[in-house]
């Protein structure tokens, strides 16, 4: 394994994990229903092949994807990266909104503690930026936390560049996770320049366009009835065969170097910047040593010229999610 150095000298491995599709029922469903045996092994198989980032959140199940990772770690703690995410008010077991305020972050953080079963979290992000508190505030609470050893790290996700901006200018912000893939390219514009500026790593989710771009996925009819992605955009028929262009050239390429779809995908994010660290998910080891493999994997300027031409930005047909998750991002 590779490994790469996000800000504020944050060390982690090339590739991460997204842990999200491990949990089995909740509320976000990718495929079949995760095996939590085999989610368990497949975090141990990653770290006895070397990666040492992990990524969760409150609101995956919600709660039940933090208490499987805590549960995976056992042991096996030191020297991993974990990272988790508060910001959403949680009523009855659904999210209601984002509540970004200071009690939310401080009492957010001390659940979480609690079901990764550790001393202090790696990485704590603000899931989604709430746009009814000052990210000045939620920052400082965050940095209260830095002080009193209950995390290492402050992260933002999905914050607009004028929101980084002045989250940085309060605390050191160590990275941004945001959706960054082929087909979704729209933070080369304004974000990523603004991360650089500050010294702020990059951890882009769902770098394999949620599934789209392994090209597995030939129509909607290969997704389970409740599978998260038919509410996907993307997904939707009038935009799935526009999509599947950038999936062509993407397999024309891994069929040239007898590569994986997923492992060019993730190539050419890693290949975007040293300060990019990609987490792709997955619930089963083969999945996941496929894409950490990625990490090895140098394409060709050639490849690279030809996988920007495919997925220019800002072409992708449909927006990435519905109106009311396009309402929480970039703020």
Same mark, same amino acid.
């Given at each position: 394994?590779?490994?790469?150095t996000?800000?504020?000298?944050?060390?982690? !491995?090339?590739?991460?994990?997204?842990?999200?599709?491990?949990?089995?029922?909740?509320?976000?469903?990718?495929?079949?229903?995760?095996?939590?045996?085999?989610?368990i092994?497949?975090?141990?198989?990653?770290?006895?092949?070397?990666?040492?980032?992990?990524?969760?959140?409150?609101?995956?199940?919600?709660?039940?994807?933090?208490?499987?990772?805590?549960?995976?770690?056992?042991?096996?703690?030191?020297?991993?990266?974990?990272?988790?995410?508060?910001?959403?008010?949680?009523?009855?077991?659904?999210?209601?909104?984002?509540?970004?305020?200071?009690?939310?972050?401080?009492?957010?953080a001390?659940?979480?503690?609690?079901?990764?079963?550790?001393?202090?979290?790696?990485?704590?992000?603000?899931?989604?930026?709430?746009?009814?508190?000052p990210?000045?505030?939620?920052?400082?609470?965050?940095?209260?936390?830095v002080?009193?050893?209950?995390?290492?790290?402050?992260?933002?996700?999905?914050?607009?560049?004028?929101?980084?901006?002045?989250?940085?200018?309060?605390?050191?912000?160590?990275?941004?996770?945001?959706?960054?893939?082929?087909?979704?390219?729209?933070?080369?514009?304004?974000?990523?320049?603004?991360?650089?500026?500050?010294?702020?790593?990059?951890v882009p989710?769902?770098?394999?366009?949620?599934?789209?771009?392994?090209?597995?996925?030939?129509?909607?009819?290969?997704?389970?009835?409740?599978?998260?992605?038919?509410?996907?955009?993307?997904?939707?028929?009038?935009?799935?065969?526009?999509?599947?262009?950038?999936?062509?050239?993407?397999?024309?390429?891994?069929?040239?170097?007898?590569?994986?779809?997923?492992?060019?995908?993730?190539?050419?994010?890693?290949?975007?910047?040293?300060?990019?660290?990609?987490?792709?998910?997955?619930?089963?080891?083969?999945?996941?040593?496929? !894409?950490?493999?990625?990490?090895?994997?140098?394409?060709?300027?050639?490849?690279?010229?030809?996988?920007?031409?495919?997925?220019?930005?800002?072409?992708?047909?449909?927006?990435?999610?519905?109106?009311?998750?396009?309402?929480?991002?970039r703020?």
């Amino acid at each position: 394994m590779k490994y790469r150095t996000l800000g504020q000298g944050l060390k982690v !491995s090339a590739i991460g994990i997204g842990c999200m599709p491990m949990i089995k029922g909740g509320n976000i469903l990718y495929g079949d229903q995760a095996d939590p045996d085999e989610a368990i092994k497949t975090i141990h198989k990653a770290i006895d092949l070397g990666v040492t980032f992990f990524d969760t959140a409150q609101i995956y199940g919600p709660f039940s994807n933090e208490e499987l990772v805590g549960e995976a770690i056992k042991g096996k703690r030191d020297g991993l990266v974990i990272a988790t995410k508060f910001g959403f008010k949680i009523e009855g077991g659904v999210p209601v909104g984002a509540d970004g305020s200071p009690e939310n972050v401080k009492a957010t953080a001390e659940g979480c503690l609690k079901r990764l079963g550790t001393d202090y979290i790696d990485l704590y992000y603000q899931h989604r930026v709430d746009p009814n508190v000052p990210i000045e505030e939620t920052v400082g609470a965050m940095a209260d936390l830095v002080k009193e050893g209950k995390i290492r790290h402050i992260g933002l996700s999905e914050a607009g560049p004028a929101t980084l901006a002045k989250a940085a200018a309060e605390a050191p912000i160590t990275a941004l996770q945001s959706e960054y893939s082929l087909w979704e390219r729209d933070v080369e514009t304004d974000i990523l320049p603004v991360c650089r500026d500050h010294g702020i790593g990059f951890v882009p989710y769902s770098p394999l366009g949620r599934g789209f771009l392994t090209g597995q996925i030939k129509s909607l009819n290969d997704l389970p009835e409740n599978d998260w992605r038919r509410n996907d955009p993307r997904f939707d028929a009038k935009n799935f065969a526009a999509n599947m262009k950038i999936v062509d050239v993407v397999s024309n390429i891994a069929a040239q170097h007898g590569l994986s779809n997923a492992q060019v995908a993730l190539a050419w994010l890693l290949a975007q910047g040293e300060d990019i660290v990609p987490i792709p998910g997955t619930k089963r080891r083969v999945t996941m040593e496929d !894409s950490i493999a990625a990490a090895s994997v140098q394409l060709t300027q050639e490849d690279l010229d030809a996988l920007a031409a495919a997925a220019p930005v800002g072409q992708t047909s449909g927006p990435r999610y519905g109106e009311r998750g396009m309402a929480m991002v970039r703020l």
